[in-house]
């Protein structure tokens, strides 16, 4: 951008910020500050002003300029006539007011700027104008301009946040676990107890990725009529809300126990009508939905039995697809051939008379030419016809286009191809898997369905590709409740201990001490044990549906993981097998096993909670609290539309920029937070994979991310497990801390007082490391992550004391 002084037409102030101020800021033949640094003032809070200043409100600058977090550089605008130095003087008020909320010796508002379309004032917060001169004389190359550069332009900039970063930054940070046994501790795993090799055939049968998709539909599918309904807490964060559009009618699946009218229905329409351009259906949901699982179950069980028996069916599966799947066609080809001769073993695709029948569009496209060969000689028109059909059978494409033709034409019967596991796919490839699904239904002209995710569905329905297709009604499935699913999958797993398990167990106490019993009280345990984390009234099941989100697998897995946990004592579980029932299974044993697995300690990698204290050292200006006032921000915004026109859906450097402004964090250091959160699957991205996101992606919170705010903080177990992985920049503290951890991985374990302390050491820690933070940056705002933390942290602290019955503290969260 450059300014012509010649041909300058300014009349207003919006004409002073728009045609001076910001390309001589941006340019990079002026100051060349990045756009990134460069805020207007709807970004900065309001200061009042002396009565001088004519100020009765609150003031902001035009534009402010930010490096490493700090606020450097104030530019004031005034209209054509307004004298230079009344902005300049606002803006020198305006730079004390932000310098007088930091320590003495750190004045990172150190530069300001005003104009008034004729006249560019510059200097100093605490002088007079440096320079001060005419526009039309700020010309590239002139003598004016480099001395303007050397002042304030992009390098003098940054020169000035570093400085003010070096002054607050303190000495790195020191972990716990490094001064207890370092990453020997992290890695030490316990045995799972003894108890659960009983288990095994069960969890593998049941609840683990060997398990029989097709009994499962069969006789553990969840129906609608079977959902139970979410508490409050997490209702608007799991259960689904339909988003209903002129454009676009979403209609709710709501298979029972003896069928789906809707996809009946819609099958037996098709079938009817045969319509020439064929048909794509869609069906949307969440990840881990159980989209696939109902395809499943409706193909084995809810189909009705006059439709059964003149649909053939195949499923595509799009885990085993390659990593391009813009050229995947022949991949598509292959494995519906696959597939469908698996599932429709009674027809021989493969003998003479049905390969005449597949390929019988073909044939009659080459009758001229075999007939010229059978008057030359009829062994010449065999072998044509042989090699032909050898040509097209070893063809995917030319297979698939004449298996359709077979089943829908020859035999007139119905052909319905699943696209099955498209959902688990990131954005790029489900689109992509979009893509070929058009394809292959160009292709047979058959019922073509495809599983796609809700997110994918909205954002992309009135957009390429997914523009290029309307199919008029999208069906939508909604997932099952994690207490649901576990049930159902209970309920056959005691079937099954009933049919198969020995009919005396022994089972081996870390005493060495031996117990038999027969197999009805391993079933017992198993009905104990849901009763337990279920249908009493405590926050497991609220924990355990948050961390999983709709993803029934994570769920599975999870639970798998309670059942087989060392941390689980084997007193805990013999005492509900012989029926003494005095030790149940408490929220703290939950929360450790999910915290640890079958680690000793908690860290990244040992379980599905996640330490939102933590930050790393490289961070350029980390603190304790980074991470959660990212959460704290998507939580109170979460019912408001982003920037892409998504409910809770903020872009990167929406979040970075606001987190900079109320606490000062870098920018580069949010998006390495934000990744990590994202990792750790706290939040979701629009692109739908967990890898990595950037400045322009958007993010929300997850129902993991919001229960890691608004409750755990608020429990002494998650505290006390997430102590050897916190950085403290106090080395004492760490000290301290590291004893605690030292004691229990020497004795196994530490009583309930001892973590209260060392929660004690931590609280006092955060709240001393909260408050020297927030003096350090002037535009904190009053309610902020931090508060809330300290806020629930003394709660569980002043609970256990006091041995008050435990309860939540209150939450702004809560009312948004």
Not at 52 to 74: C, H, Q, R
Not at 83 to 100: F, I, K, M, T
Not at 206 to 213: C, H, I, L, M
Not at 718 to 725: A, D, I, M
Request: proline share 5%.
């Amino acid at each position: 951008m450059h300014i012509d002084p010649e041909n300058l037409a300014v009349r207003t102030e919006s004409d002073v910020e728009q045609k001076i101020l910001m390309p001589f800021l941006s340019g990079e033949v002026y100051l060349a500050i990045p756009l990134s640094q460069i805020r207007t003032k709807d970004f900065l809070a309001p200061a009042k002003l002396d009565k001088e200043a004519g100020k009765t409100s609150g003031y902001f600058p035009d534009y402010s300029v930010w490096s490493y977090g700090f606020l450097v550089m104030v530019v004031e605008a005034k209209a054509p006539g307004v004298p230079a130095e009344e902005g300049y003087r606002e803006g020198s008020l305006y730079a004390r007011h932000v310098n007088q909320n930091y320590p003495t010796g750190l004045n990172p508002c150190r530069f300001v700027l005003a104009c008034n379309g004729d006249i560019l004032r510059f200097g100093f917060w605490d002088a007079k104008p440096e320079m001060s001169f005419k526009v039309k004389d700020l010309l590239v190359q002139s003598a004016i301009l480099q001395k303007l550069r050397e002042y304030c332009g992009i390098d003098a900039v940054n020169k000035q946040g570093a400085g003010c970063l070096r002054h607050i930054r303190r000495k790195a940070a020191q972990f716990p676990f490094e001064l207890a046994g370092d990453n020997a501790l992290l890695n030490a795993k316990l045995p799972v107890n003894s108890f659960a090799a009983d288990l095994s055939p069960i969890l593998r049968r049941y609840f683990s990725n060997q398990e029989d998709v097709h009994e499962i539909a069969r006789r553990a599918y969840v129906s609608s009529a079977e959902i139970t309904s979410y508490d409050r807490v997490l209702d608007s964060l799991l259960k689904e809300r339909l988003s209903v559009r002129r454009d676009t009618v979403v209609r709710e699946l709501q298979p029972d126990k003896r069928g789906e009218e809707t996809v009946a229905r819609t099958i037996s329409e098709f079938d009817k009508s045969r319509p020439q351009r064929d048909h794509l259906q869609i069906i949307q949901g969440a990840v881990g939905s159980g989209k696939s699982l109902f395809m499943n179950r409706y193909h084995d069980v809810l189909q009705p039995e006059d439709g059964a028996k003149r649909t053939r069916w195949a499923f595509i599966d799009f885990n085993s697809a390659p990593p391009d799947l813009a050229t995947a066609y022949d991949w598509l080809c292959a494995k519906f051939v696959e597939d469908f001769q698996e599932r429709n073993p009674e027809l021989d695709l493969f003998s003479l008379a049905a390969l005449r029948g597949v390929f019988s569009r073909n044939i009659q496209k080459r009758k001229g030419v075999y007939e010229a060969l059978k008057k030359a000689s009829a062994q010449e028109e065999e072998t044509a016809r042989a090699k032909d059909l050898l040509q097209w059978q070893d063809d995917p494409r030319e297979l698939s286009r004449g298996i359709a033709d077979y089943v829908m034409g020859g035999r007139r019967e119905v052909l319905v191809v699943v696209m099955d596991n498209v959902d688990r796919l990131d954005l790029k490839d489900q689109l992509n898997a979009f893509q070929l699904a058009l394809f292959f239904m160009a292709e047979t002209k058959g019922f073509i369905i495809l599983q796609m995710r809700d997110e994918t569905y909205e954002r992309f329905k009135n957009k390429p590709p997914l523009d290029t297709f309307r199919s008029g009604i999208t069906f939508h499935i909604s997932p099952p409740r994690f207490v649901d699913v576990v049930k159902r999958r209970l309920e056959l797993s005691l079937e099954y201990l009933s049919a198969q398990a020995q009919d005396v167990q022994t089972y081996t106490l870390s005493t060495g001490i031996r117990i038999s019993y027969p197999k009805s009280d391993l079933g017992a345990f198993l009905r104990e044990l849901y009763l337990e984390l279920f249908e009493r009234r405590h926050n497991i099941p609220r924990i355990l549906e948050a961390l999983a989100g709709w993803d029934v697998r994570k769920a599975l897995e999870m639970f798998v993981s309670i059942i087989t946990s060392g941390h689980l004592s084997e007193i805990t579980i013999t005492s509900k097998v012989i029926g003494a029932g005095a030790y149940p299974i408490k929220e703290y044993n939950v929360l450790k096993i999910l915290m640890r697995t079958d680690y000793r300690f908690a860290s990244d990698q040992s379980g599905v909670i996640t330490n939102i204290f933590r930050f790393d050292r490289e961070w350029h200006k980390p603190d304790n609290f980074i991470l959660i006032e990212i959460l704290y921000l998507l939580a109170i915004n979460r019912k408001k539309v982003g920037q892409i026109g998504l409910e809770g859906f903020w872009t990167c450097q929406h979040v970075a920029e606001g987190l900079m402004h109320r606490f000062g964090y870098i920018p580069e250091d949010t998006l390495l937070a934000l990744n990590y959160l994202l990792r750790r699957q706290l939040i979701t991205a629009d692109h739908l994979n967990f890898r990595e996101v950037e400045p322009n992606d958007s993010v929300k919170i997850s129902a993991s991310g919001f229960m890691h705010l608004r409750f755990l903080p608020a429990r002494l177990e998650y505290l006390f497990g997430v102590l050897p992985t916190t950085p403290f920049f106090d080395g004492d503290g760490a000290r301290v801390i590291a004893e605690f951890v030292k004691r229990e991985n020497v004795r196994g374990r530490v009583p309930a007082a001892d973590k209260a302390r060392a929660v004690e050491i931590f609280y006092a820690y955060l709240f001393a490391q909260n408050k020297f933070l927030r003096e350090k940056h002037p535009f904190t705002p009053v309610n902020s992550g931090a508060d809330l933390s300290l806020r629930q942290m003394n709660n569980a602290l002043q609970t256990y004391w006091h041995k008050a019955a435990e309860s939540e503290p209150g939450s702004e969260l809560d009312l948004v």
